[in-house]
């Protein structure tokens, strides 16, 4: 069966793209089987080790503190608290830690940071998978043993305000509860009035035990302005107001109730400096955790917290508040909290640990006698014993003090060995899912790179032996063969296998596919190698040497492929593609000298003499010489030649100039966003621009901004369409001005802000009106079938609808990114591409690396933190999901997304330049350019599981790498819609 290139290459990554998915399931690690559903018990409890004497010590020792109010504020800094901004703006929380009857630590999270994986930690005691971060957007109810269910089952009351995500993970726990929407970050005032307006009445009452309150206003702030907004102060002094409002009723109180009250303030994560968080830098992971109680001793000075893991408030907590400890708590005891206490209660604490801690050694390390930390505990149970049978008999003597010191600190190593123990095997990798998935996606990549030669030749078509395999022996071989090792594995293996639960009809439909692959693959190869190479209808056929901008094409995209299994070349891949496009752009322009001062072919090769046959020859052709046979016609040779005699001077230094004029461009907007990872902290012309004092000049780039963006665009849209566009532009400005990134040069800076839902819906409506226009024309061109002119303006709306909604949905700041890409298109179509002889293959190539190299030059990265959730709110009063999921990845990929419709659009107007195949070649490249880092990626990261950086490197970057897959392949459906549609019209 015969398959235009683009449709095969479209099928190709679709079914690449499942591959991954099936992948991705298997690399992000499911709970080991001891973290299910079994819920630590009182009865369960050991009793105090007595050495062969007696002790009454043999129960679960008594709660510590009474009622016990935590307070969450979503993502709180450290130093929100404990630096600077603490100082000026939560004097009464500063007074309690330097002063106050307090303990203050530094609690770090595990990545990913965000919300709902950091409950788990803090509620379990258990370090979530990485895939939480995707589960953050729909909780479901947490199955294993927590402090909440454990809390139920103890009889306490508990009472819950704030992010309903609590809600979701334990339902039917609280007594009393009000839930917040916690994703629509366009909200942060009401979203924490709805927290506070309970507190007056809550905290006059006597029938509860357990408060949580999670404020959501702090977080929402840092999406939508950062961490150094002026929006910061006044909400951080609200926060303080809470914790004074809430300390001085409970120390009003303290005389009524038996037991001391505590009072815990904690953050789940931390916030990025530019307002985000799911990463694993020093502001994102370090977060406060204060306890505020009478019970404790008032502090003589401030000193520097000692950092704790986020966990470890799980045993605590739960001993504190005298409940057993959660099964699977990985979390070590924070002495200090309890060093009030004697030292034989001290001891039974630590004992109550590790014995829970050793108890998840035993179900979760094999060879659980060997481990260090198991081992230590053993000892420190045997030196428990004995200080408890001195201590049972009356010893009082100093000797008796440093023995228990000494038990002390052996109980305290043992359970930091344990922890760590635990730590490094708490997931386990699904290996057969993960083998099923490489093997679909290795299969594609191997198929599309043996298809190249006969799916870039001149007719861009490949025949695909689909039939023939499925009659062989061998497909049913393999078949066969892939059924009884999937029965194997799924009867033979000791843990929980995606795959091998999935339904029969699927995985026989996989077990298919896979032999299919194969089949063709093979049948390919053999063609390949009897018959030769592919024979075409071509041209004359060209010597095989290279040019240089072959060379940097092919060098530089296997090159940063290779790269990828180094993780300072992931955290810092900006540089790479910053480094491609820099070289390319010298490229250019010495391809430029060369068209205009040397005698010389097109590309930098020496002319060749025409074939006389060749006259005829109108077929696009391509010269990446090292991936297919190449031909050449000289038709574009008469074209260049006539621009360049008919351009003069003028266009002559314009078109040396653009590649000088596009590096400066690119150097700026380096300097605009500072990403990456090691150097993501530092500051940059974004960070002034976003400051509070800079607003008028933020104001002012704004509008030229968009005001640029407006001519240039403008040239391609209708008369409706224009105006449209220029109302949609002035609502950008009034959006951003509503919501006060911007000013409004009638009014002062301090008018009111709102969320600008009317005037984000008010451009809303012109982008639809684009956007139908557009499709109105694509639907006119598919009906007359000679109007190719509607069909290529139709492109041209739709193009400038997906301008107007960046431009809507990217920060003020980022907006000369935008603009950036507008102005290098224009110099590419009018300076370069008409010069200079390139093909659609380079052309498609030099549009991915510019578009990958805007995807960065707009402040992302290879962490989570630098996706801009806020953009999915624009527009909207609540959280609605598919809105937000399509707004937050479109902002994500822009870049890469409008570089890729511009070369839609530039193929579809320059039909008298390209040939019917260039469409073709232009969607082959593409999906090879993403599928060949995807698959080598997948490779590599599977290889390095185990790597030191696998979570807070190697993981993010894989998530990264499934979705721009996602978001290629809708690409490219687009570019084959485009192809087919233009060959029905060429066959007419």
Sequence with gaps: M????????????????????????????????????????????????????????????????????????????????????????????????????????????????????????????????????????????????????????????????????????????????????????????????????????????????????????????????????????????????????????LLSKEGEASLPSLLILCGDHGMSDTGSHGGSSNHEVNTPLVFISPAFRKRDSFAASEYVEQTDLTSTLALGFGLPIPRNNLGRLILTVLEERTLREQLRYLHLNGYQLSLLVQESVPAYEKDAGYKLFGIAQKSHSSWIKLYLEGNTSETLGNIGKKVLRQYLDALKFMSSSLSKIVAQYDMYSMIVGTIIVVQVIFLLIVSTPEALGSAAEFEVPVSSPFYSLLFYLLCLMSTAIHVVVCTSTKTSCYFCNVSWLLAATVIVLISALQCMLISTLWKRFTNGKPQHKSCATVDSSWSELDLVLILGTFGHTLSLGASSFIEEEHQTWYFLVNTLLLVFFQDVCRKYFAVSGPTGRPKRSRNPEDDDCHEQQTTIHGLFETSYCDQKDDKSKAYIRSGGSYEKWLALSSPWVILVFCRVLRCLNQTGIKWAHKPDFGHWLTSDSHRIQLSMLTTISLFLIFILIQRTCSSVSKAALALGLVGIYCYRAAIGNVMFPWKSNKHDISKGIIEARFVYVFILGILFTGVKDLLKSQVAASDTTANSRGLWEIYNGLVLLAALLLRPHNLPVLLFILLVQIILTRFIWRLLDYDAAQITIIYYWFGQASFYFQGNSNSIATVDISAGFVGFENYVELPAVFLTTFTTYIGPLLWAVHLTCYMSSERSRYSSAAVGHSCYCFVLLRAIPASVYIILVTSLRYHLFVWSVFSPKLLYEGMHTFVTAVACVMFTAMDQKRMLKTSY
């Excluded at 935590?70 to 800094?77: G, K, P, T």
């Excluded at 404990?82 to 703006?89: A, I, T, V, Y």
């Excluded at 990485?130 to 729909?138: P, R, T």
Aim: a neutral charge; aromatic letters at 10%.
């Design 2 to 249: 015969r398959l235009r290139s683009s449709l095969l290459a479209c099928c190709g990554l679709l079914v690449q793209l499942f591959g991954m998915a099936v992948f991705l399931r298997g690399f992000f690690p499911v709970p080991l089987k001891s973290f299910g559903s079994a819920k630590a018990k009182a009865s369960d409890v050991p009793a105090e080790p007595v050495g062969g004497l007696t002790s009454n010590w043999t129960k679960l020792p008594s709660p510590l503190f009474g009622k016990v109010v935590v307070m969450l504020i979503d993502a709180l800094r450290e130093d929100f608290v404990f630096g600077p901004k603490g100082r000026q703006f939560m004097p009464y929380t500063r007074h309690l830690v330097e002063q106050g009857p307090s303990h203050s630590f530094i609690a770090k999270a595990w990545p990913p940071t965000v919300t709902m994986p950091r409950i788990k930690a803090m509620m379990t005691g258990r370090i979530p998978g990485f895939i939480d971060v995707i589960m953050n957007l729909n909780s479901a109810t947490l199955l294993e043993d927590n402090l909440i269910w454990q809390a139920k089952a103890a009889g306490k009351r508990a009472l819950f305000y704030g992010d309903d995500t609590w809600l979701r993970l334990f339902p039917d726990h609280f007594i009393e509860y009000d839930g917040t929407t916690s994703f629509f970050v366009s909200d942060y005032t009401e979203v924490d009035e709805n927290v506070t307006r309970h507190l007056d009445k809550v905290l006059k009452r006597n029938d509860w035990d357990l408060l949580i309150l999670h404020y959501l206003g702090l977080d929402h702030i840092g999406h939508l302005a950062g961490p150094n907004s002026h929006l910061i102060g006044p909400k951080l002094n609200e926060m303080d107001n809470i914790i004074q409002k809430i300390h001085v009723e």
